[in-house]
């Protein structure tokens, strides 16, 4: 355990930032499965954008962000064939 009032900070600051980030991560893989079922532009759309919005934040990585949104744009190309 930190005894330096900082790192008291820094650990509970880490606990937020870690429950924060793993809801946000939980909530894209979901997302990410429901379009497996159905594929509609406005659920990818949503798809694409909670995937911007954690790479921005710094959640994810900017290329996995491309990487889940480029699969996507692949399942509906085929999808509408």
Known sequence: MAN?????????????????????????KSLVKGIVAGASPESAAQVASAADKA????VIHPNKANRIKARLAKKLAAAKK
């Not at 790479?55 to 710094?58: P, T, V």
């Open 4 to 28: 330096i009032k900082a790192n008291k900070k820094s650990v509970r600051q880490t606990e937020r930032r870690a429950v924060h980030n793993k809801i946000v991560r939980t909530r894209l």
């Open 55 to 58: 790479a921005k934040s710094g």
